[in-house]
């Protein structure tokens, strides 16, 4: 447990949580470890939690047909892969598959939901956490949407 | 001897004696001619070709030939044309290149010989050209221009080649047209410098006299060869009546005060689109503007592909090419391609050039199909300095 | 570079009786012809062109500065140098098939010729980064301006403290100089972070866009130089990163894109404001273009 807080408090994304909210999260949280290639989570799964990235990097994948796996994003060390557990339906949207060898901290998205429902200040605190998070992958997929290397439509010179 | 100061007075037929002896020293007259309802710069031999008793009318997109009640050769204010047309012609071939046979290789383009090189310029413009009848503000245009193509790094030998050894014979206005604003832009009415020879025509019913100001040794030289007579203080005291009252009378005026700030602050002021609502962005106010010095580089090759030039030509920041790189035009709305004008005109032509590239002569209002007047709009810029429409940032 | 603030109002016209004093050349009549001792496609749409100088012709260029290409007949595109400033031999210039121009010269030939003129333009201020940390930012084709700069600084290795090569492109297959990125990021003193628009899935590289980046390298913001190459809107998402970090404008500098055709501040088609981008650029300090780099249709 201690070293799950301590692991908690090095991490980026909660690690200024005041203490006793670490203490919090440390209970629903777990140490995990993926070989690359692994699948953290799939597509379509309960999305039972999230994982605090500590080493390695994970691969969000969309399978295609014909075209294999799309990777449309990647979370490395320090960041967080999966916030589907926060919202209905908690159903994950995306392949999560390591690839590199991947340790985290796996937070239980049921209990962690539960903590939250009675603390709304955690809750809230963790909201404004994923509700950035979520907000800086919109605006990274919105300058991709926008092609800024692609071929230009009006070719002269 | 102070020739700068030494003023003369000659009749008309003096005026034919100093075109004379300008052309006996080689230089080809270029001087105002009424063709085609206007007044031009075209080639002339004698005062016989300028347009006496003519002068014109104009105001926003308009301009007429009227008769004048005297026989003054000079009682206009300009034309569509400027001397930009001779100094840096609308088109020329700045390079030219064979192929080379027998390698069967592409020339570079080094200059090496009558195959590679520039074609005008350096090789030659012809005989030297005198200007006669350079108003006041094409004089400031013709600085202007030589800071553009010979006071850079870098110079241009079309512009170089023809601008060198231009004899100038200025003309001091009588008259200013209604779109006149020189005295705004300090460009006018009066050539104070930078000129071999300035002429003040001096009408007083039966006489008509030219009051010479000497500007150089050459044009002391000239006027060696030129029947008159010394300058007395009645005639310098005319003179200076005659541009007193030109200034006293400008058509138009511009508040040149802190215009760079203003049009820096201004970007998204909606006048902008007021403008942009006339503007037809045919590009006539740059074609005509005495400063504007835009050109873009067309390579044109023969059938068979062997010999290949590079024509310049005349551009204009109206056109969606100006401003083409590539994916489409920086500049696609005609409300920021005018603004990019105006702008460039009044503001960005100091950081640039350490000028304003406008000179009040008023051509970009005459001949503006639709009257678009630039003190109009500098006016209104200035009224509503700070607006900035309705535009929001869409940084949702 | 600094704008004059207030009007020349004073006449500076003048009769030019004499000769025009200085050297009257065009720059057309600078070009020579070089010929193309190799070519190496780089990707898909991008290739490489090595260019020798004529014999006996010393060429040597700043890491930033651009040359102007000629292909016989067809027209004259600006092209960053893209080689390394301390070699002799032929001279590198990396050019994406994009138009008439660039397509004639990605498709030239070992043996063929290419008229060139140059070097223009301002140059990175590697000398003024000396002492501190370099994140050199590069979106898509504008890693090519920045390499030069690169073999700089990894030749000087110890007048800097940490060196990042932030480096985005559309997928994986359109990374320039993939045998260097790699070797770079063998070496110890040297962050190369590289991040993809998509890839498939044997990609085991990043995914997402390079203003990413900018937060997963150590760098100490107050002595920090960032050098930038990109679309333009990559660019100002970066500028925008890289300001969050801590970097003032004065410590960014960036490479604008305007159409240039004659290169010596004549033609008036790289106006970007007060500034002429083939005289005063391509290579600015963010400070001074920031007014005018946001404004839409400057």
């Known amino acids: 447990m201690e070293t799950l807080e301590h692991e908690l408090r090095s991490h980026p994304f909660v690690g200024d949580l005041e203490p006793a909210y670490l203490t919090v999260l440390a209970s629903c949280a777990t140490n995990v470890e993926f070989p690359a290639h692994r699948f953290l989570f799939r597509e379509g799964m309960h999305a039972s939690g999230c994982f605090l990235i500590r080493e390695g990097k994970v691969g969000l994948e969309i399978a295609t047909l014909g075209r294999g796996p799309i990777v449309i994003e990647t979370v490395g060390a320090g960041q967080v892969a999966g916030f589907s557990w926060l919202l209905e339906p908690h159903m994950y949207q995306f392949d999560g598959r390591a690839i590199e060898p991947v340790r985290a901290v796996a937070l239980d998205g049921d209990e962690l939901r539960a903590r939250c429902e009675q603390d709304p200040r955690l809750g809230f605190e963790l909201m404004r956490r994923f509700a950035h998070l979520a907000a800086e992958r919109l605006q990274s997929t919105r300058l991709r949407l926008l092609d800024v290397y692609g071929t230009p439509h009006a070719p002269r010179h | 001897m102070e020739p700068a100061t030494l003023q003369r007075v000659i009749d008309r037929a003096g005026l034919d004696q100093l075109l004379a002896a300008i052309a006996r020293r080689g230089f080809r007259l270029i001087g105002p001619a009424v063709r085609d309802g206007v007044i031009v710069y075209d080639d002339i031999s004698s005062s016989a070709d300028l347009p006496a008793g003519w002068t014109d009318e104009q105001d926003g997109g308009h301009y007429r030939l009227r008769r004048r009640d005297d026989d003054a050769l000079f009682g206009y204010a300009v034309g569509p044309q400027s001397w930009k047309r001779y100094l840096f012609p609308p088109t020329s071939v700045v390079w030219r290149s064979a192929r080379d046979k027998d390698a069967g290789q592409d020339p570079g383009g080094a200059a090496d010989g009558d195959a590679n090189g520039a074609p005008d310029g350096a090789a030659g413009a012809g005989a030297p050209m005198a200007f006669i009848g350079v108003r006041s503000c094409e004089l400031r245009a013709i600085a202007i221009q030589d800071r553009v193509f010979l006071g850079g790094q870098h110079t241009d030998p079309v512009y170089a080649g023809r601008r060198e050894g231009v004899f100038l014979v200025a003309v001091n206005c009588g008259q200013a047209a209604a779109t006149c604003f020189c005295v705004s832009m300090d460009a006018g009415p009066k050539a104070e410098s930078g000129f071999d020879l300035a002429l003040t025509e001096l009408l007083d019913g039966e006489r008509h006299e030219f009051l010479v100001e000497i500007g150089t040794g050459r044009g002391a030289d000239v006027m060696s060869e030129v029947a008159g007579r010394p300058a007395g203080r009645t005639e310098t005291q005319a003179a200076d009546r005659v541009t007193e009252q030109t200034a006293a009378s400008m058509g138009r005026h511009l508040d040149t005060g802190g215009i760079k700030d203003l049009l820096y602050g201004n970007f998204e002021n909606p006048r902008w689109d007021d403008v942009a609502g006339r503007c037809l962005t045919c590009g006539n106010c740059t074609m005509v503007c005495p400063t504007c010095f835009c050109f873009s580089i067309t390579d044109v090759t023969d059938l068979a592909g062997t010999e290949a030039e590079q024509q310049r030509s005349w551009d204009s920041c109206f056109t969606m090419d100006h401003s083409y790189i590539h994916g489409g035009s920086v500049r696609a709305s005609s409300r920021s391609r005018y603004r990019q004008w105006m702008t460039h005109k009044l503001a960005t032509w100091i950081d640039q050039f350490g000028t304003s590239g406008c000179v009040g002569c008023g051509r970009c209002i005459t001949w503006c199909p639709v009257g678009i007047d630039i003190t109009e709009e500098a006016a209104a810029i200035r009224a509503s300095d700070g607006a900035t429409g309705e535009e929001g940032h869409g940084d949702a | ?298």
């Not at chain 3, 900018?214 to 500028?239: H, N």
């Open chain 3, 1 to 298: 570079m600094h704008p004059v603030t207030e009007p020349v109002t004073e006449p500076i016209a003048g009769p030019i009786a004499g000769p025009i004093a200085g050297p009257v050349r065009a720059p057309w009549l600078d070009r020579e012809p070089w010929r193309v001792a190799a070519t190496r496609p780089e990707s898909h749409d991008t290739v490489t062109l090595e260019l020798e100088p004529p014999p006996g012709r010393a060429f040597s260029f700043r890491p930033g500065q651009f040359n102007m290409l000629y292909v016989f007949g067809i027209g004259e595109v600006p092209i960053s140098v893209s080689g390394d400033p301390a070699a002799d031999g032929p001279v590198r210039h990396t050019i994406r098939d994009i138009g008439a121009v660039t397509h004639a010269l990605c498709t030239r030939q070992p043996g063929q010729e290419v008229g060139v003129r140059g070097p223009y333009g301002t140059h990175w201020p590697l000398a003024e980064a000396e002492g501190g940390d370099v994140v050199v930012v590069a979106g898509g084709v504008g890693l090519p301006p920045l390499r030069p700069a690169l073999y700089h600084l990894l030749a000087h290795r110890d007048r800097y403290r940490r060196i990042a090569l932030l480096y985005g492109a559309r997928t994986p297959a359109d990374l320039l100089f993939p045998e260097e990125l790699a070797c770079w990021r063998g070496r110890f003193d040297v962050e190369v972070e590289v991040i993809v628009d998509a890839a498939s899935g044997d990609w085991r590289g990043d995914v997402g866009v390079v203003p990413e980046l900018v937060g997963r390298v150590p760098f100490d913001p107050p002595a920090t130089t960032a050098f930038v190459v990109g679309p333009e809107v990559m660019m100002r998402f970066t500028i925008r990163a890289l300001t969050r970090a801590g970097l003032s404008r004065d410590q960014i500098f960036l490479s604008a894109e305007r159409n240039m055709q004659c290169a010596t501040a004549m033609c008036g088609h790289c106006q970007l404001g007060p500034f002429l981008v083939c005289r005063d650029g391509p290579v600015f300090c963010y400070q001074a273009l920031a007014p005018w780099f946001a404004r839409r249709e400057a």
